[in-house]
Nanobody, 125 residues
Framework: EVQLVESGGGLVQAGGSLRLSCAAS????????IGWFRQAPGKEREGVSC????????YYADSVKGRFTISSDNARNTVYLQMNSPKPEDTAVYYC??????????????????WGKGTLVTVSS
């Protein structure tokens, strides 16, 4: 059974830091890319970042570039999203998802194979 389980969400002050985790199981981790998405109330889902497990290549949306860092621990089948200097507009439910490529993170025209259930991040001003 494929599982993606997010953790690490919570309340953080603007300018602080928070690390989200996505633990994956049930598929060959090294063959997949893991992406992070977010959805704020009343807004469309947004692709935030992605990492390819095979070679570590990464993608960041402009809205988080320079503040968020994605990394992968292939031995633990876990991907992290380090959120530094978060802003109130980063408040959202954050989801991780897996697919063979990062295209689904870059463009909503593409899908992702597997999804987690999400973790809420609230950034206070």
């Amino acid at each position: 059974e494929v599982q993606l389980v997010e953790s690490g969400g919570g309340l953080v002050q603007a300018g602080g830091s928070l690390r989200l985790s996505c633990a994956a199981s049930g598929f060959t981790f090294d063959d997949y890319a893991i992406g992070w998405f977010r959805q704020a109330p009343g807004k469309e889902r947004e692709g935030v970042s992605c990492i390819r497990s095979s070679d570590g290549s990464t993608y960041y949306a402009d809205s988080v570039k320079g503040r968020f860092t994605i990394s992968s621990d292939n031995a633990r089948n876990t991907v992290y999203l380090q959120m530094n200097s978060p802003k109130p507009e980063d408040t959202a439910v954050y989801y991780c998802a897996a697919d063979r490529r990062c295209l689904g993170v870059i463009s909503s025209a593409y899908g992702m194979d597997y999804w987690g259930k999400g973790t809420l991040v609230t950034v206070s001003s």
